[in-house]
């Protein structure tokens, strides 16, 4: 089945530890999404590939960074974690504005 | 400020017991507005997408309805199963599929 895949599911690092998630999908999707989302919120948009123009949400961290190398992969870097990066964080692929297919999420845990 | 609210934010149902959840939005240019079903530790599921006033999709026991100022997904006979975080979110970009979420309801159907 096409889907989308985040590796790793668990993700614990010590404060400050520069930390990379991973998204994958097999939908051929041209736009990839980021999303965080802390316990009982709403996702959070931090930034998203339309093909390969990244664009960045006004009230995202510089400390957030991201790398879509190819269509099919997309990469999450949080340079020096603090603890309030602890959240799960969320990849999504549609296809222009078509409805998002979510992954399951990577869980971020700062020590 | 383009916003969207969701109500109420807990509901607990007895199995076959019908109701309506809530979301109330203000975006300037309205392109869509979905509906996710997400799980304890999984992504968000995509359930609906509504284009204009008036509009209605079903899928089993639930139907997503649309006005100009809020949706309404009404969920007639609930099961256990039905259990979950539902989200509303609105579509605010004509090219990609950005979009705002609401913090959702978690609804709890007991048997």
């Keep these: ?111 | 400020e383009d916003q969207v609210t969701q109500s109420p934010e807990a509901l607990r149902l007895q199995e076959g017991e019908s109701s309506s959840l809530n979301c109330s939005y203000t975006v300037s240019g309205l392109r869509g507005l979905f509906w996710y079903r997400q799980d304890p530790g999984k992504g968000p599921e995509f359930l609906f997408t509504l284009y204009s006033a008036g509009e209605e999709k079903e899928k089993e026991r639930l139907k997503a309805t649309l006005t100009k100022k809020e949706s309404f997904l009404h969920i007639t006979a609930p099961k256990p199963e039905d259990s979950a975080t539902y989200l509303c979110a609105v579509q605010y970009s004509s090219n990609t599929g950005k979009l705002i979420f609401g913090q959702g309801t978690t609804l709890q159907v007991k048997p």
């Design chain 1, 1 to 111: 089945d096409a889907m989308v895949i985040q590796n790793p599911r668990y993700q614990v690092t010590q404060f400050g530890k520069p930390v990379t998630l991973s998204c994958s999908q097999t939908l051929n999707h041209n736009v990839m999404y980021w999303y965080q989302q802390k316990s009982s919120q709403a996702p959070k948009l931090l930034f998203h590939y339309y093909d390969k123009d990244f664009n960045n949400e006004a009230d995202t961290p510089d400390n957030f960074q991201s790398r879509r190398p190819n269509t099919s992969f997309c990469f999450l870097d949080i340079r020096s974690p603090g603890l309030g990066d602890a959240a799960m964080y969320l990849c999504a692929t549609s296809r222009d504005s078509q409805p998002q297919h979510f992954g399951d999420g990577t869980r971020l845990s700062i020590l």
